[in-house]
């Protein structure tokens, strides 16, 4: 297993609030950024920790013409009970993430289920950790967005006309297993923000999952310029899914998205929400006897058996990696994470981590 430098979470929430009102945003939208930045990166979520966020904040953000510190996002009419519309202004994509989140939830308590539908928009990072909260509140949820680029090529293509658009699933399973199974995934085989790593890292990517500036395969990641969707024609089903929800929500075309020009189209993504309470669903005529969340327990339990005791769960890495962390006491990050972290730290005038001060964990 890699060594990782252990960091605080309190230096690291510090620094990375520190970053973001460095960049005009307020406390309280630094904060959430922090939040979800550490969140992500507790669970193992090295694609979209806090490097990523400033790193799509500078080449998308508030260092273009993307997202605006301080917005206020606008809730638009609906004239349906359990459907909230909101028109994020840009604001920044956490902070709308949390408010609908919980929106949806508080409407599920009510209706049995709750969707929260946002127009121009400033990606969210790591759906899995909305949903992931989500669930272990005791609800099913689900999230998608459409990503802040057209990076993807669509099954049988050449050209890139798909963002990486995830799907975020969770399920309330901690009683059941010890923690929420969350299924969350891009749609191509490996997101950007995966890419980015490795070009860090010096490591190659796996075979078709991006291609170079001729259209070719590649492996290597510093010739990638876009990407592949995962499972040929399925992943790209998946992703214009995405497409589809944010065109009926009133979304930009993908291949003008976060390509600000003066031509009459929105520039913005796209994000749905939407939450279930477990009762809205139980039939109760569950075999032999059994309560809702035993019987989920024991479907659970017939998919990992019949000799399958190797197979993981969506969302075991996760909570494995989340224990992890806690035992070591902190947030774990490589070398070259802390080199990146420490260029964060000397853009906005915080002091750098220094490795040779920070314990290590195997």
Same mark, same amino acid.
């Given at each position: 297993?890699?060594?990782?430098?252990?960091?605080?979470?309190?230096?690291?929430?510090?620094?990375?609030?520190?970053?973001?009102?460095? $960049? /005009?945003?307020?406390?309280?939208?630094?904060?959430?950024?922090?939040?979800?930045?550490?969140?992500?990166?507790?669970?193992?979520?090295?694609?979209?920790?806090?490097?990523?966020?400033?790193?799509?904040?500078s080449a998308l953000g508030s260092g273009?013409?993307?997202?605006?510190?301080?917005?206020?996002?606008?809730?638009?009419?609906?004239?349906?009970?359990?459907?909230?519309?909101?028109?994020?202004?840009?604001?920044?994509?956490?902070?709308?993430?949390?408010?609908?989140?919980?929106?949806?939830?508080?409407?599920?308590?009510?209706?049995?289920?709750?969707?929260?539908?946002?127009?121009?928009?400033?990606?969210?990072?790591? /759906?899995?950790?909305?949903?992931?909260?989500?669930?272990?509140?005791?609800?099913?949820?689900?999230?998608?967005?459409?990503? /802040?680029?057209?990076?993807?090529?669509?099954?049988?293509? $050449?050209?890139?006309?798909?963002? =990486?658009?995830?799907?975020?699933?969770?399920?309330?399973?901690?009683?059941?297993?010890?923690?929420?199974?969350?299924?969350?995934?891009?749609?191509?085989?490996?997101?950007?923000?995966?890419?980015?790593?490795?070009?860090?890292?010096g490591r190659p990517l796996?075979?078709?999952?991006?291609?170079?500036?001729?259209?070719?395969?590649? =492996?290597?990641?510093?010739?990638?310029?876009?990407?592949?969707?995962?499972? /040929?024609?399925?992943?790209?089903?998946?992703?214009?899914?995405?497409?589809?929800?944010?065109? @009926?929500?009133?979304?930009?075309?993908? =291949?003008?998205?976060? $390509?600000?020009?003066?031509?009459?189209?929105?520039?913005?993504?796209?994000?749905? @929400?939407?939450?279930?309470?477990?009762?809205?669903?139980?039939?109760?005529? @569950?075999?032999?006897?059994? =309560?809702?969340?035993?019987?989920?327990?024991?479907?659970?339990?017939?998919?990992?058996?019949?000799?399958?005791?190797?197979?993981?769960?969506?969302?075991?890495?996760?909570?494995?990696?989340?224990? $992890?962390?806690?035992?070591?006491?902190?947030?774990?990050?490589?070398?070259?994470?802390?080199?990146?972290?420490?260029?964060?730290?000397?853009?906005?005038?915080?002091?750098?981590?220094?490795?040779?001060?920070?314990?290590?964990?195997?």
């Amino acid at each position: 297993m890699e060594t990782c430098f252990i960091v605080p979470m309190s230096a690291h929430d510090r620094l990375v609030k520190a970053a973001y009102e460095h $960049r /005009g945003y307020d406390a309280e939208e630094a904060a959430e950024a922090a939040r979800c930045c550490a969140e992500a990166a507790r669970h193992g979520i090295r694609t979209h920790n806090a490097i990523k966020a400033i790193h799509l904040d500078s080449a998308l953000g508030s260092g273009s013409h993307g997202c605006v510190p301080r917005a206020m996002i606008e809730e638009l009419p609906s004239r349906f009970s359990a459907c909230r519309v909101w028109n994020a202004n840009r604001k920044l994509g956490q902070s709308v993430a949390y408010r609908a989140m919980a929106a949806a939830i508080e409407l599920a308590d009510r209706h049995g289920v709750g969707v929260v539908s946002v127009d121009n928009a400033f990606h969210y990072l790591w /759906g899995g950790g909305y949903v992931m909260d989500a669930a272990r509140k005791g609800y099913i949820a689900y999230t998608n967005c459409t990503a /802040g680029l057209a990076e993807v090529v669509p099954f049988g293509g $050449r050209y890139p006309t798909l963002g =990486t658009n995830p799907h975020s699933w969770g399920f309330p399973t901690v009683e059941a297993v010890g923690f929420p199974i969350v299924v969350d995934w891009a749609t191509s085989v490996v997101a950007m923000g995966r890419v980015q790593q490795f070009r860090r890292e010096g490591r190659p990517l796996p075979p078709m999952a991006a291609v170079d500036r001729s259209g070719n395969p590649t =492996t290597d990641a510093e010739a990638a310029v876009s990407l592949l969707p995962f499972g /040929g024609h399925k992943g790209y089903g998946l992703a214009l899914i995405n497409e589809l929800v944010a065109a @009926f929500i009133g979304g930009s075309l993908p =291949t003008l998205r976060s $390509r600000w020009a003066g031509d009459g189209e929105k520039h913005t993504p796209s994000f749905f @929400f939407q939450v279930i309470h477990p009762g809205a669903l139980a039939g109760g005529a @569950f075999a032999g006897g059994r =309560t809702q969340i035993e019987n989920v327990k024991a479907v659970i339990a017939d998919v990992l058996g019949h000799g399958n005791g190797g197979v993981l769960l969506p969302g075991q890495p996760e909570a494995e990696w989340a224990a $992890r962390s806690d035992a070591a006491g902190g947030l774990l990050f490589t070398a070259a994470e802390i080199a990146a972290f420490n260029e964060i730290a000397a853009g906005c005038g915080e002091a750098q981590w220094d490795p040779a001060s920070l314990a290590s964990a195997g």
